[in-house]
């Protein structure tokens, strides 16, 4: 696990806390290796071995440093404790250069929940929800406020408390007498000292006790915060001994001007008659501090701010009204003069502290820790076909529905000429008799990609709405060069002679929109149904042009745009990434070339390695990354990077007879089959649907016409290039996508040694 928080040296509550969860986890999970991944700011102390890594919080580039390395260490879980005032940026908002870049399921610890948050807090509040797999809060009003305030769903947020040390109860400590108090009565307030703490009012509080008891001491343990300190000095704290001075009281409180450790810090608990949290903040959601001291069995008197109307409840401890001297007073006149009273407070805040124990509390954060980590392997069948029922769900007489809501289609966005394309190519990719008996359905998908075409422009339209109204005059290059694609699969691998002749047709007259192609992914498209066309009719002059124009384009786009470290045709990666390997491959064995076929290699080779995570599971690049050079953000996950990554390996096994090249594309497949970043399958054989994506908090439920496709072509890739003498005929291809298997393809060009 990656704890990611500030850590000692540095004095803060936050430090205490992150270091606290740290060895408590340690001590009873010695199963979880935990790297620490410690906030530092100018000045700070040098961190000890424990901390794997420093993040300098002024500095972006350190989070994304710290991102890397996250993922090269392949952490199973991260663990963020979260306040708003520990990162740089407006609202610490550069830690979400961080988050934004990691791979493993996220849990944040939340410090403060606001209610009102500014637009700045609230846009980061909401990118940690959208990006944590589970939220932490120590009190019930913190999930009030996610779920209704922010939208966190429920099942999202869990209520830990702060964990408390586990002492055996003391009633009267030794430190007495050797800090010569002896017998007095002893008020006590810890933390950092601060404006937030209200010690103003506890010091107005002194004189009516003092009245009573003028032997009373208030001891105010803890230095000053050190941001006051570094933009005030010790002005606040020395308007506070001006405030007792004119009171009268100032030999009524004691100042420990220090920082004191948790050991320590327990021991000044310890020896308080009675604790006071006089915090004017009512909407204060944790205090370490109170904690600690009903742990302890201190009695306890708190302004009802939120951990404290919730720690307290059931008379653990005294609830004032408000922010009060005067009730103050009172509450701490009542303690005094009935110590029964006191007592019997002290006894059910020691019992109340056994549920927050810190080996409690670490026992149910490394069930967290378990419960986002599972491993759970697919139960599917790895070699199991994707039922075709699945993908022909989406479909009416005009074609395929582009989008769903889960599994039901979505008549809003209409249809699309690449998913009408995409079906086309997995109905020609079927096993023949299972072509020739769904040719109704290849005819429907045939005639959307007629009907799509402008004569006038040349080109095909795209997106159509439910009435059945084009909704543009032309597609974008990459809907145009995915439809040449199909027509070319068409021609080649078609069943029925009719529908051959019908797509070679229609190939040959689009074929010269390629002229005007730009876009990498829309001319590897094109390069990919020409090789088709070509094996079928290997004169055709319009393929062959497009297959040595995209070559020539491509290859010279690789060697301008690669650099160290980056062997890839662009500056960043987006979506079908490898059909720019497998276009070049294909292209090289057709012409032939071998630099070519080398090219493609070389490129696909670094984009798996890429792709892989460190234990081996396919991570695609996200869609989060596209128009970002040079990023690759995990998330969201596509189906067809998957896919595209599966088809341009069986390419490279083709054309080198090189088993590493199955090897990826096993591991592709997976993905899809639970192998991946969150461990849940996005594919299911027996409905032949697949959801849209991986995110950072499990899968997109829908399951679009794009991704169902990408799963069932996977598949298809899979069985025919790799699987081919496992799997058996199935006796029904309409339940199980399978057939008589095609027949064995022509002996490929010479291999290459790669």
């Known amino acids: 696990m990656a704890l990611i928080g500030c850590f000692r040296p540095r004095r803060c509550g936050i430090a205490t806390f992150t270091a606290d969860t740290h060895d408590h986890l340690r001590a009873v999970r010695p199963d979880l290796a935990i790297d620490v991944y410690a906030m530092c700011g100018e000045g700070d102390r040098a961190l000890g071995a424990e901390v794997a890594c420093t993040i300098r919080e002024q500095e972006a580039a350190s989070y994304r440093a710290a991102a890397e390395a996250i993922n090269d260490s392949d952490a199973s879980a991260i663990w963020l404790q979260h306040e708003f005032g520990i990162f740089g940026g407006v609202a610490g908002d550069m830690i979400l250069e961080l988050i934004d870049r990691v791979a493993a399921p996220l849990i944040v610890t939340l410090h403060t929940v606001l209610a009102e948050p500014n637009p700045d807090q609230r846009r980061v509040m909401e990118r940690l929800i959208a990006r944590a797999s589970k939220l932490v809060v120590m009190s019930d009003f913190g999930r009030?406020?996610?779920?209704?305030?922010?939208?966190?769903?429920?099942?999202?947020?869990?209520?830990?408390?702060?964990?408390?040390?586990?002492?055996?109860?003391?009633?009267?400590?030794?430190?007495?007498?050797?800090?010569?108090?002896?017998?007095?009565p002893v008020l006590s307030t810890f933390g950092l000292i601060g404006p937030g703490k209200g010690l103003e009012t506890a010091i107005r509080a002194l004189p009516a006790i003092t009245a009573q008891y003028p032997d009373i001491l208030y001891r105010i343990v803890g230095a000053t915060h050190p941001n006051l300190v570094a933009a005030e000095g010790e002005a606040y704290r020395q308007s506070l001994e001006r405030l007792a001075e004119s009171l009268g009281v100032e030999d009524n409180i004691a100042w420990e001007n220090r920082f004191l450790d948790t050991g320590e810090l327990l021991d000044q608990i310890e020896l308080c008659d009675i604790y006071l949290a006089p915090y004017p903040n009512l909407q204060q959601i944790t205090s370490g501090t109170l904690a600690y001291a009903v742990a302890l069995g201190r009695a306890v008197v708190s302004t009802p701010f939120v951990h404290a109307r919730e720690l307290l409840g059931d008379d653990v401890g005294i609830l004032l009204p408000g922010a009060d001297s005067e009730a103050i007073a009172e509450a701490v006149l009542l303690l005094l003069a009935v110590p029964e009273e006191r007592r019997a407070l002290q006894r059910r805040a020691y019992a109340r502290g056994r549920r927050t124990a810190w080996t409690v509390i670490a026992q149910t954060c490394g069930a967290l820790v378990d419960g986002v980590t599972r491993r759970d392997r697919p139960t599917a069948r790895g070699r199991a076909a994707p039922a075709l029922e699945g993908a022909w769900s989406l479909c009416d007489e005009v074609g395929m529905f582009q989008h769903c809501n889960h599994f039901v289609p979505d008549r809003a966005h209409g249809y699309c000429i690449d998913d009408n394309a995409r079906a086309l190519m997995l109905l020609h990719s079927l096993p023949p008799r299972a072509q020739e008996e769904a040719m109704s359905r290849a005819q429907t998908f045939a005639s959307f990609i007629q009907h799509g075409w402008n004569a006038e422009r040349g080109r095909f339209r795209n997106f159509m709405g439910y009435d059945r109204r084009w909704l543009e005059d032309a597609g974008s290059e990459d809907s145009n060069g995915r439809t040449l694609w199909a027509l070319g699969h068409a021609a080649a691998h078609a069943a029925a002679p009719a529908m051959r002749d019908w797509a070679a047709s229609w190939f040959d007259r689009s074929a010269a929109m390629f002229e005007q192609f730009e876009n990498p992914r829309a001319i590897a498209f094109a390069m990919l149904g020409a090789d088709d066309r070509l094996g079928h009719d290997p004169g055709n002059a319009h393929a062959r042009a497009i297959v040595e124009r995209g070559a020539a384009f491509l290859s010279a786009l690789w060697k301008t745009e690669r650099r160290p470290g980056w062997d890839w045709f662009e500056a960043d990666l987006a979506y079908d990434n490898a059909r720019?390997?497998?276009?070049?491959?294909?292209?090289?064995?057709?012409?032939?070339?071998?630099?070519?076929?080398?090219?493609?290699?070389?490129?696909?080779?670094?984009?798996?390695?890429?792709?892989?995570?460190?234990?081996?599971?396919?991570?695609?690049?996200?869609?989060?990354?596209?128009?970002?050079?040079?990023?690759?953000?995990?998330?969201?996950?596509?189906?067809?990077?998957?896919?595209?990554?599966?088809?341009?390996?069986?390419?490279?096994?083709?054309?080198?007879?090189?088993?590493?090249?199955?090897?990826?594309?096993?591991?592709?497949?997976?993905?899809?089959?639970?192998?991946?970043?969150?461990?849940?399958?996005?594919?299911?054989?027996?409905?032949?649907?697949?959801?849209?994506g991986l995110t950072p908090r499990g899968v997109n439920r829908n399951s679009g016409a794009e991704s169902v496709l990408a799963f069932h072509l996977a598949y298809r890739t899979m069985a025919d290039m790799f699987w081919r003498e496992a799997i058996a005929d199935s006796p029904d291809w309409r339940s199980a996508g399978t057939g008589p298997l095609p027949a064995a393809a022509p002996a490929p060009a010479p291999a290459l040694a790669h």
């Not at 922010?150 to 408390?164: K, L, R």
């Open 144 to 184: 009030e406020i996610l779920r209704d305030v922010y939208g966190a769903s429920s099942d999202q947020i869990v209520h830990i408390e702060h964990g408390t040390p586990d002492r055996p109860f003391v009633d009267v400590t030794p430190l007495r007498e050797t800090l010569g108090i002896a017998d007095r």
């Open 580 to 692: 720019l390997a497998e276009a070049l491959i294909r292209a090289g064995r057709r012409l032939p070339s071998v630099p070519l076929v080398e090219i493609g290699l070389d490129a696909l080779a670094w984009l798996t390695s890429y792709q892989t995570a460190p234990d081996g599971h396919f991570r695609p690049v996200g869609s989060e990354s596209f128009g970002k050079p040079g990023e690759s953000l995990p998330f969201d996950q596509q189906p067809l990077e998957a896919w595209a990554t599966i088809a341009a390996c069986a390419a490279a096994s083709a054309a080198t007879g090189n088993a590493l090249w199955s090897t990826h594309a096993e591991t592709a497949y997976a993905w899809f089959l639970g192998r991946n970043d969150r461990h849940l399958p996005l594919g299911d054989a027996r409905t032949g649907r697949c959801f849209d």
